[in-house]
């Protein structure tokens, strides 16, 4: 029981940070997902009064994915009744071209602008449609959503450093005595230090313990897996050799600053 | 005779506007038993922190061990706290440690091996009586018993100078005099010298000791 007291706030700490910090990972691959998801989904109606050279203007134009004709036929058909095959046949011709523009990625409102600009400077394209008004919408949507995230996960951040630090302080009085009394036989620092950076590592083992668990649960769940499939993206929630990494590597340094300021800010008593 | 302290002029203060111990003059001879002795707040304990280093001169020369103590740097210090064996008034145990373990610890900063160490703290926990009570933490212990262990601390690695500061201040006759003997036992068996810091010399001393008294910031011999 003892033991456990003392390792329980520092790894509900650690915790704490690991979890905020594999959430925004989360949140930032799923806007991730969800922007490439749109930029499938999304395209630029480009009229043209000749056919494009599609080859050329993706060479020229990088941000540009692929370029798809659009039939006329559907056009025509409604035009069809009370019009000679022979008027038709030159309706088709006189007809301007429609293409179906794909980006590469979902493209900001200042990006899309300068798209529109530069497709307009060929002098056969006479329109581009960008259905701006909608993608604005969507695009500053995500954005607040991406920026909400953000202030959750400093928020979190804030309060578990604010956790941190009152750890510090409950860890510098228990362990200075001990600390002090070994200084007095001529323990070297590395030795007085010792005890404190085996509990900092071992609560850092803890946390990331704790936080592996949760999360390799979590990526196997079905409800979280089903959320992502209903907004149409897939996302890796928890990778769990480099999360694994990163969380492992986050546990332990936090821990060892902790122990570091302690052995640091230690002073003989007098 | 070999000298294990020698001081020369040696101020000590714990701020500048107030100086406990003035330009004091004394040596103390290696394997010699020394009291000392001094009203309350005379500064018998500020000298004996300033014989560890745990405060150093403002002036002066102080040399414990043949280390210079002021400005001593922490290695140096670390090596000379290393050969001594210290008592507490309020003991000083490590309370998450068991009572083997703090005895462990002088041993263990010395490098001792472990059989080494699992020997001399079973011999010191029959010579303080405490065998039975290995196991058990600071706190669950007697003050008289605390004060044994510490004791028993301060004699494990066969120290070459033994400091104790009020060894038996509120301790029952029974721990009292194991400590006295302890002391005693010491500084004639190992020859190691022993100071220490008391109101009052107990009656039953059985062995030779030197006797220093403290005032007015002075340290002088009663002879």
Do not use: C
């Amino acid at each position: 029981m003892k033991s456990f007291k003392n390792h329980i706030s520092l790894v509900v700490a650690l915790v704490s940070i690991l979890f905020s910090m594999q959430i925004f990972m989360i949140v930032d691959r799923s806007i991730s997902a969800y922007k490439d998801n749109l930029a499938m989904n999304y395209s630029l109606v480009v009229v043209s009064q000749k056919k494009i050279n599609t080859k050329d203007l993706l060479n020229k134009l990088t941000s540009l994915a692929t370029i798809e004709q659009l039939s006329a036929d559907k056009v025509i058909k409604k035009l069809n009744t009370g019009i000679s095959q022979k008027n038709l046949e030159l309706l088709k011709i006189t007809l301007p071209k429609f293409y179906k523009f794909k980006l590469k990625t979902y493209p900001t409102p200042s990006q899309l602008k300068k798209i529109k600009k530069q497709l307009l400077r060929y002098p056969y394209i006479t329109k581009v449609e960008t259905f701006s008004n909608t993608h604005d919408t969507t695009y500053k949507l995500l954005l607040l959503f991406k920026k909400v995230i953000m202030v959750l996960a400093i928020t979190i951040l804030l309060v578990t450093i604010l956790l941190i630090f009152k750890e510090l302080r409950i860890w510098q009085f228990k362990h200075n005595e001990r600390m002090n009394i070994m200084g007095l036989f001529g323990a070297p620092t590395w030795l007085r230090s010792a005890v404190l950076f085996r509990l900092s590592i071992v609560d850092a083992l803890i946390s990331f313990a704790i936080s592996f668990v949760i999360f390799s649960y979590l990526a196997a769940n079905e409800w979280v897996l089903n959320q992502f499939a209903n907004i149409g993206i897939s996302v890796v929630v928890f990778d769990k050799i480099y999360d694994s990494l990163i969380m492992l590597s986050v546990a332990i340094l936090v821990s060892i600053l902790l122990a570091s300021f302690i052995v640091l800010g230690h002073k003989e008593e007098v | 005779m070999d000298k294990v302290i020698i001081a020369q002029d040696v101020s000590l203060a714990y701020s500048k506007e107030e100086t406990i111990i003035n330009k004091a003059n004394f040596s103390i001879d290696s394997g010699s038993f020394v009291f000392i002795t001094g009203a309350s707040g005379s500064g018998k304990s500020t000298l004996l922190k300033s014989l560890y280093g745990a405060l150093k001169p403002i002036e002066g020369s102080l040399v414990v061990g043949g280390v210079e103590l002021r400005g001593v740097a922490n290695k140096k210090l670390n090596f000379l706290r290393k050969h001594l064996g210290i008592v507490f008034q309020d003991y000083k145990l490590v309370k998450e440690w068991t009572i083997e373990k703090n005895i462990m610890l002088p041993l263990i900063i010395n490098g001792y091996e472990k059989s080494i160490t699992q020997n001399q703290v079973d011999s010191l926990l029959k010579h303080v009586r405490l065998k039975h009570q290995s196991g058990k933490y600071p706190l669950e212990l007697s003050g008289g018993e605390q004060q044994r262990v510490a004791m028993a601390r301060a004699l494990a690695h066969n120290p070459i100078l033994i400091l104790a500061d009020e060894p038996t201040g509120n301790l029952d006759d029974y721990s009292s005099q194991l400590i006295w003997n302890l002391l005693e036992g010491a500084n004639e068996q190992l020859k190691t010298t022993v100071i220490v810091v008391t109101h009052h010399i107990p009656q039953t001393m059985k062995i030779e000791y030197k006797h220093y008294h403290i005032e007015f910031g002075d340290i002088h011999e009663v002879i």
